[in-house]
Nanobody, 123 residues
């Protein structure tokens, strides 16, 4: 499956963005899907994930209460709605797919990765 992330941009602190991850060559409903991010000089870190059936989500502490992951199987797309953005959220955001049935939060667990989309939050 190929993944294409989009929706990043420049936003002021407190603002919102919605990232999209469109899949081709496979169905997102066949995969658990996750969002990760990588800030300059830092390792890639987990942000949010949704399982294959779509009934379970899990968030990093930094994302809880502000970010929402969702999937639209009809559009073969996964979203990350980000509200209350902070400068610390500035990073390149990546979507990824995993074949496993259960929730996965580590980069090594994911089988497919999209290219990143830059999110920059100004103070």
């Amino acid at each position: 499956v190929q993944l294409q992330a989009s929706g990043g941009g420049l936003v002021q602190a407190g603002g919102s963005l919605r990232l999209s991850c469109a899949a081709s060559g496979g169905l997102v409903s066949s995969y658990g899907m996750g969002w990760f991010r990588q800030a300059p000089g830092k390792e890639r870190e987990f942000v949010a994930t949704i399982n294959r059936s779509g009934d379970t989500t899990y968030y990093a502490d930094s994302a809880k209460g502000r970010f929402t992951i969702s999937r639209d199987n009809a559009k073969n797309t996964v979203y990350l709605q980000m509200n209350g953005l902070e400068p610390a959220d500035t990073a390149v955001y990546y979507c990824a797919a995993v074949r496993a049935m259960n929730i996965r939060t580590t980069t090594s667990a994911y089988d497919y990765w999209g290219q990143g989309t830059q999110v920059t939050v100004s103070s």
